[in-house]
């Protein structure tokens, strides 16, 4: 079946632009993750979804970052006034309700000029 | 912050050797899973061991797990090239966020 598809692919902006990448779970998976890799700063964990609403926001590192989830289904990960900090792979997970393990996307690859 | 380290951060090996990676974490845990990235694109699961088990297999994959040292560590047998890539442990508490170790990149050498 498919998996976690992510979009775009790759990204490149300009600093103090906004920008907005999608998630789309694998059908029927309850919970949706949003982690971000950076060089020399690992995975970090940014949000959590069960069904549309977030538990758990403890991850995004300011109030310029945001999500939402519709339908249970794609959630959207937007960046405010993006800066060069902000350059990383934005990774998405999803997984069964209560299941542990989660199923990666390939990432969107996001560039801050 | 991240919660486990990995040892070591780099390995390179022959093929056919066997490469064995650590992890240790900090707190008590649910389970504890690796994961593989190639391409600094998204991650591959490749076995969760829970908090109440010591030791897992999956084909060339062993996984062991010391709740008591806080550690667990990955052996993949027979190595093969298709293997290059990085390895992430990460624990869970529950059906809830992971948290990752900063990985260990492994180069199989044909």
């Known amino acids: 079946g498919a998996g976690v598809s992510q979009s775009p692919s790759n990204k490149v902006t300009e600093k103090g632009k906004d920008v907005e990448l999608r998630c789309d779970p694998i059908?029927?998976?309850?919970?949706l993750y949003w982690y971000r890799q950076s060089l020399g700063q690992g995975l970090e964990f940014l949000i959590y979804?069960?069904?549309?609403?977030?538990?758990?926001k403890s991850g995004l590192p300011s109030d310029r970052f945001s999500a939402e989830r519709t339908g249970g289904s794609v959630s959207t990960l937007t960046i405010q006034r993006t800066q060069q900090e902000d350059s990383a792979v934005y990774l998405c997970?999803?997984?069964?309700?209560?299941?542990?393990?989660?199923?990666f996307g390939p990432g969107t690859r996001l560039l801050v000029l | 912050s991240q919660q486990g380290e990995e040892d070591p951060q780099a390995l390179s090996i022959q093929e056919g050797e066997n490469a064995t990676m650590n992890c240790s974490y900090k707190t008590s845990i649910n389970n504890l899973q690796w994961y593989r990235q190639n391409s600094g694109r998204g991650l591959v699961h490749l076995i969760l061991?829970?908090?109440?088990?010591r030791e897992k297999h999956s084909g060339r994959l062993r996984v062991t797990l010391d709740t008591s040292k806080k550690s667990s560590s990955l052996l993949i047998t027979a190595s093969r090239a298709a293997d290059t890539a990085s390895y992430f442990c990460a624990t869970g508490q529950g059906a809830q966020k992971l948290v990752f170790g900063q990985g260990t990149r492994l180069t199989i050498n044909p």
């Open positions: 059908s029927g998976h309850t919970a």
């Open positions: 061991i829970r908090s109440n088990e």
């Open positions: 979804f069960q069904g549309n609403s977030a538990p758990d």
């Open positions: 997970a999803s997984s069964w309700d209560r299941e542990e393990t989660q199923y």
